[in-house]
């Protein structure tokens, strides 16, 4: 009996990690839109076997009644965009979408089985890239494979696994060190391949917050952290070398759109005032919600997208915080950002390695959606289920 329920529970776990990896593939299937929304089946298939709903604590039901009367009233206050009313209702279950896992029960396995998912999923994609990169004549490779290999869309996962990594604390084994090291280098690597700005900035964030966080707050074991950082430090450094050597491109592709051009005017990733660059165009749409937000400062536009702004029907804030802003208004907005800090709260009292990750997600979310695209809603929805649900059996 103890054997076939060990065997059970087993391929539970092992269920929960193939559908979970599922879960964050980013599927599109019209125009580039992210489109994989399909861990909303999971809690139902749970809720259907088992028969039983968890009920959410008052707070987010509260959310949820509040985000509903908005879409009721957002279709007689925003009339002009009626003729939206599909994409509508699309997007408002869109965003619904991240409560989701709050009406079933999180266990430790399905947290064992979210973290393994997340390591899993970014080395399928990274291990290729990495392969093909390195063995390519990479060093011949010239700037237009940025659209070969890089993406904006997967890079704050990438730096989750890192973390979730770099802060595993396992029984000692006799390979673990040379094991978590080499998936140290190939997750940095994968976060170089990028090509995003983004992803370096976070993922340097996300140090500069854990090296205050152990050197001022977490003193304990004063010696032992530091010495993980520095060993940590010159792994890095080590990287970027082995980089250098055998892929010039892929470091000097950074230094000379990021780096180099901090220090440099008007250039095209750093011009402010022009439309076209990249900061210059993020300044631009953040000008352009926050002067709607003045005009409809209580519904927004009704969980429609910036691209109603444009002709093309087609746009985006480049921001996660500037984008529910948009769709939801300041109140909506309020809520939405209480949800997120006590996510942060929680895991940093239960969960150090996805509060590191979780941090950099949010820097993340300065520079580009990441909780509005499908793999990034499904890391959000299973983050909240675990902090509301707060105790593990």
Same mark, same amino acid.
């Given at each position: ?71 009721? +009233? ?81 890079? %704050? ?20 060190? +040379? ?112 002067? %709607? ?101």
């Amino acid at each position: 009996m103890i054997s076939q329920e060990f065997k059970l529970k087993n391929i539970r776990n092992l269920a929960n990690i193939f559908m979970f990896v599922i879960f964050l593939l980013p599927v599109s299937f019209i125009s580039g839109i992210s489109s994989n929304y399909s861990f909303v089946l999971y809690p139902l298939v749970i809720i259907f076997f088992k028969s039983k709903v968890l009920i959410p604590n008052k707070l987010i039901i509260g959310s949820i009644v509040f985000y509903f009367i908005l879409f009721m +009233v957002s279709f007689f206050v925003n009339t002009e965009y009626n003729q939206f009313y599909v994409r509508r209702i699309v997007s408002f279950f869109i965003f619904m979408s991240i409560f989701c896992f709050l009406f079933i029960n999180i266990d430790r396995n399905k947290l064992t089985a979210f973290k393994i998912a997340i390591v899993l999923y970014s080395l399928i994609y990274i291990i290729p890239n990495v392969i093909t990169f390195f063995f390519a004549e990479a060093s011949s490779l010239d700037v237009n494979l940025k659209a070969q290999f890089g993406s904006q869309r997967y890079g %704050f996962i990438y730096i989750m696994a890192f973390w979730i990594i770099y802060l595993h604390r396992p029984k000692a084994f006799r390979w673990y060190f +040379v094991s978590k090291y080499t998936l140290l280098v190939l997750l940095l690597i994968g976060i170089l391949l990028t090509f995003s700005r983004s992803s370096i900035v976070s993922l340097l964030m996300s140090f500069i917050v854990y090296f205050i966080y152990e050197s001022y707050i977490n003193k304990k074991y004063m010696l032992e952290r530091l010495k993980n950082i520095s060993i940590s430090i010159f792994i890095f450094i080590c990287i970027f070398s082995f980089a250098y050597l055998v892929a010039p491109f892929l470091i000097e592709f950074f230094i000379d759109t990021f780096f180099l051009k901090i220090f440099e005017e008007n250039t095209d990733g750093f011009d402010l005032f022009n439309e076209n660059s990249s900061i210059g165009y993020r300044l631009y749409m953040f000008y352009k919600i926050v002067n %709607f937000i003045s005009i409809s400062p209580f519904v927004g536009s009704g969980y429609l997208g910036v691209w109603v702004f444009f002709e093309s029907l087609e746009g985006s804030a480049h921001n996660q915080y500037s984008d529910v802003i948009f769709r939801v208004g300041i109140f909506g907005f309020i809520i939405y950002m209480l949800l997120i800090n006590r996510v942060v709260f929680y895991l940093h009292k239960y969960e150090q390695g996805l509060f590191f990750g979780f941090i950099a997600v949010l820097f993340y979310g300065l520079f580009h959606e990441t909780f509005k695209l499908s793999h990034g809603a499904f890391l959000l929805s299973f983050l909240l289920a675990l902090t509301f649900q707060k105790k593990l059996k």
